[in-house]
């Protein structure tokens, strides 16, 4: 019998198309610490980590590496960059004092990571709650786009030109009062137009007095829904023809 994780990765391969012919030579491997919290590596060993979280109810992981940490705002649950070893470089998608988008384009070995300005509420930004980067993370000709705390009802055209072509959408469901809810998101999902999408910022187990929601109301009515384990090996060559949804479990 194989191992549980090894397992849950096969599934998902065979599921998402890849046969015996898969091709480690384009494989992107993503793994969920929960949140939004995610370590991206490449097939050239690049590591990637976007929103590492503080002490915020979810197991704290010990020994992350990473070249590059991307922290698309600045809230206690997605820029813990302390957290993260390996001499990683920390890119901030915004300041805060003045409050201000970064323009971030880098390479990180064979990924490049760019930023796309946002807003965390639907009110410009004049809520309190501020500014939020998007990140789009090219590797192996896969493009994975992480929202961060997105509060906005819907993406603008220029937003959307910004992100260009997205394989991979990471996306908050969770809703008031931090971010887009299920509504929302399956409208911003539509107007992306992603091969597979990803939730992330809900209620879990981990958190169950968290005034967010779980991710019931991003997922009803949809089709195409699978549960996987924490890490996940996707490929541009593999990529499901119809639209599917990978709910992560988290470590």
């Known amino acids: ?13 065979l599921t998402l198309g890849a046969g015996a012919g898969f091709a480690a030579a384009d494989a992107v491997t993503l793994r969920y610490y929960g949140q939004s919290f995610f370590v991206i590596t ?18 704290l992981p010990s020994g992350v590496e990473a070249d590059a940490v991307f922290i698309t705002h600045e809230h206690g649950d997605h820029n813990n960059a302390a957290l993260i070893g390996g001499g990683a470089k920390v890119f901030r998608g915004i300041t805060t004092t003045p409050l201000a988008w970064n323009t971030i384009r880098e390479r990180v070995g064979d990924a490049l990571v760019y930023s796309v300005p946002s807003f965390h509420d ?39 030109r910004a992100l260009g072509r997205i394989d991979v959408l990471l996306i908050p469901v969770g809703g008031a009062p931090f971010t887009i809810g299920g509504a929302e998101a399956t409208q911003i999902t539509e107007q992306i137009q992603p091969r597979l999408v ?23 009515g949809k089709s195409g829904v699978q549960r996987i384990g924490t890490s996940v090996t996707l490929s541009a060559s593999t990529l499901p023809r119809e639209r599917q949804i990978l709910v992560m479990a988290y470590q």
């Open 1 to 13: 019998m194989l191992p549980r994780l090894s397992w849950l990765t096969v599934t998902v391969l």
């Open 42 to 59: 490449t097939v050239g060993g690049a590591r990637i980590v976007l929103d590492p979280f503080g002490n915020i109810g979810f197991p």
């Open 122 to 160: 639907n009110e410009g930004g004049t809520s309190g709650r501020g500014f939020n980067a998007l990140f789009v993370v090219e590797a192996s000709g896969l493009r994975i786009a992480h929202l961060g705390d997105l509060g906005q009802a819907a993406l603008t055209d220029t937003q959307l």
């Open 198 to 220: 990803i939730p992330m910022h809900y209620k879990t187990a981990a958190r169950p007095t968290w005034p967010g929601a779980d991710e019931q109301g991003y997922l009803a």
